[in-house]
């Protein structure tokens, strides 16, 4: 089984400040991880994934996020928030040992970035 | 195209009507996949394709839905008989050439359909 937790609803901050947005996981095997961004009446964008190899990945708009098989989790993060960066962002995971192609997705993170 | 397409935007039926909902995937993408999302939540698998194969149809809530992808491209998803609870957004991704397990997924802009 595959599972995913976004446990903030909302996350709050400033622009310039740096942001995170929490993720993390559970699987059986290994996890395929990747972030979604959603703006209004949108669909998601890609963003990132990990797969394997380092564990900081770099995706679109200067976001990054950060993978820890410790504590199974794989937070977003960004060094300095843009009001433009204000949207619905998703986790989402697959187990890749399990063979599937279907990943399971959070609830989402709203993130309000003010000016 | 240069991403997922997907049509009618925007979908308003009647209790009881049937809803045909179109997918356009990006040129070449073997795997099609398609995701309902309710208000306020991540989006949740209904079904999945790997050209015409539909390979896994687990997701879909009940015998009212159904879905196709007769040439390995466009496809639609079918609502017969459409309740209340089925007022969602209905989310059509596509994924790379190779069908890999590890491909990407490109999202379209989704259909929101409201039952009244």
């Known amino acids: 089984a595959q599972s995913v937790a976004q446990p903030e609803d909302q996350v709050n901050v400033a622009e310039g400040n740096p942001l995170t947005v929490k993720c993390t996981y559970s699987?059986?095997?290994?996890?395929?991880l990747f972030w979604y961004v959603q703006y209004p009446n949108r669909g998601l964008q890609f963003l990132l994934k990990?797969?394997?190899?380092?564990?900081l990945v770099k995706g679109s708009y200067g976001f990054e996020a950060e993978f820890n098989k410790s504590q199974t989790s794989f937070h977003l993060k960004k060094p300095s928030a843009l009001v433009s960066d204000s949207a619905l962002y998703f986790c989402?995971?697959?187990?890749?040992?399990?063979?599937?192609?279907?990943?399971?997705f959070g609830r989402g993170t709203s993130l309000i970035v003010h000016p | 195209g240069a991403g997922v397409s997907q049509s009618p935007r925007y979908k308003v039926a009647k209790r009881g009507q049937d809803v045909a909902l179109r997918c356009d995937p990006i040129?070449?993408?073997?795997?099609l996949f398609w995701y309902q999302q309710a208000l306020g939540q991540g989006p949740e698998f209904l079904t999945y394709?790997?050209?015409?194969?539909?390979?896994?149809k687990s997701g879909l809530p009940s015998d009212r839905f159904f879905a196709e992808r007769p040439e390995g491209s466009v496809s639609t998803l079918k609502i017969q008989r459409t309740q209340q609870e089925d007022s969602a957004v209905y989310l059509c991704?596509?994924?790379?050439?190779?069908?890999?397990?590890?491909?990407?997924?490109?999202f379209g802009p989704g259909t929101r359909l409201t039952v009244l």
């Open positions: 990990y797969i394997t190899g380092d564990n």
């Open positions: 699987v059986s095997g290994n996890p395929y």
């Open positions: 991704a596509s994924s790379s050439p190779s069908g890999g397990i590890t491909d990407t997924q490109y």
């Open positions: 040129s070449g993408h073997v795997s």
């Open positions: 394709f790997q050209n015409e194969a539909q390979l896994d």
């Open positions: 989402a995971v697959r187990d890749i040992g399990g063979g599937s192609y279907i990943p399971t």
